[in-house]
């Protein structure tokens, strides 16, 4: 298969049997808007799994003010994964309060010893309940749905998974069920979570508010009708500076100590102290607030050009069985968007959740400040796509 080929649902055949480097075979895509239409998805090879894994009660947790924690967590799991894997490249989607990833058999027992590593970890340094579960791509074709792929290149640098077929929804539910379970690992496991912080300061709205929003097909609804929903909504959301995008071209704002240095120690302490490790970061983190402030370039690092690079690779827009969108938004787009999700909910084809703030957040993976492949999820700063979820399933 050409590096100039692409594909289509249907030039992937069921799925099944093409585990072999098959992720990185899909050609990144540019063009969001483009991923409506669905036809650069390819299924998922049947034998692979899904991994899976979110806060317990992650609403009550942000209504304590405790929203980076909530972020930190998902965003671990990602980080725990990526660097199990050594680099290789792994499709992954994150949600706020967890994150979901899809994996070839061979590296089940890796995804196993990680999820079950962020368990114990969430729950020892976080004091939140975390729960995952693996889930086989087969069950998930069995019970009616199915599992596509597309991948989205954010940046030259960048790209990020985008998922179809309600196969990622079917297998969350199992786990909220209880199905497929991976329990946590023994008491002091670590998980591997080099390269996972969240320094940056928030992100005020330039717009008038930071909109977030999850629109979800309905089941039982044509999946055109999802398709001219999104098509609506993404269009409008092209109307606004950068589409919306909440982070500036020169990248999110720095202060000093940054307001999740506590986080990244609990992230990283391993088997040191929170409190050494806090220490160690105050120094390192002082250190990069006056490069930021000040211009200056260290060996090659060069502050300017990395700034910018946070906002090439931010996720703040995705396909993940639906619509998510993190927008810095003024009010009028806003009620231009909720008018076409409100016809689209009246007319069955559609659910959909917002949530409005002032601010949006990021967290961040870099496995090295000298490369451009970090990655970098944003979320609103007051619940974000947890209440937004949370609207969604109220209605």
């Not at 899809?102 to 079950?116: G, K, S, V």
């Not at 909440?246 to 202060?255: D, E």
Request: charged share 20%.
């Amino acid at each position: 298969m050409g590096s100039g080929f692409t594909p289509g649902i249907d030039d992937w055949g069921d799925g099944v049997g093409n585990d072999d480097g098959f992720y990185d075979r899909l050609p990144p895509q540019s063009d969001f808007a483009a991923l409506v239409d669905q036809d650069g998805f390819a299924p998922v090879p049947g034998d692979w799994l899904v991994g899976t894994a979110d806060i317990v009660g992650s609403t009550a947790e942000i209504a304590k003010g405790r929203y980076k924690a909530v972020n930190m967590a998902g965003a671990a799991v990602i980080s725990a994964m990526l660097n199990a894997l050594e680099g290789r490249r792994l499709p992954f989607v994150f949600g706020g309060d967890g994150a979901s990833f899809a994996i070839a058999p061979q590296d089940a027992p890796l995804a196993r010893d990680a999820l079950a590593a962020v368990r114990r970890w969430t729950e020892a340094d976080l004091g939140m309940s975390m729960r995952a579960a693996l889930v086989p791509v087969s069950d998930i074709r069995a019970a009616g749905h199915d599992l596509r792929v597309a991948r989205f290149a954010a940046s030259q640098g960048v790209d990020y998974a985008m998922f179809s077929g309600g196969g990622m929804a079917w297998a969350e539910a199992r786990m909220k069920a209880g199905g497929y379970a991976v329990p946590p690992a023994p008491e002091g496991t670590q998980p591997d979570l080099a390269g996972l912080s969240c320094r940056w300061s928030n992100l005020r709205a330039r717009n008038g508010l930071i909109l977030s929003l999850v629109v979800q097909p309905e089941p039982r609804a044509d999946p055109l009708a999802f398709a001219r929903v999104a098509r609506q909504v993404v269009e409008i959301a092209g109307h606004l500076s950068r589409a919306g995008h909440p982070i500036p071209v020169a990248g999110p704002g720095v202060g000093w100590p940054p307001p999740g240095l506590s986080l990244e120690a609990q992230a990283s302490h391993g088997r040191s102290s929170h409190l050494r490790r806090k220490l160690a970061l105050l120094v390192q983190t002082l250190l990069a607030w006056a490069l930021f402030r000040t211009g200056l370039r260290l060996g090659g690092f060069e502050p300017s050009a990395y700034a910018a690079q946070v906002s090439a690779n931010a996720d703040f827009r995705k396909f993940d069985d639906g619509l998510k969108m993190t927008l810095d938004c003024d009010r009028s787009t806003r009620d231009r968007i909720v008018a076409v999700l409100e016809a689209a909910e009246r007319a069955g084809a559609i659910r959909y959740g917002l949530h409005e703030q002032d601010e949006a957040l990021v967290t961040c993976y870099v496995p090295s400040v000298q490369q451009d492949d970090h990655v970098h999820f944003v979320d609103g700063a007051a619940g974000g796509y947890t209440r937004a979820a949370a609207r969604l399933k109220s209605r």
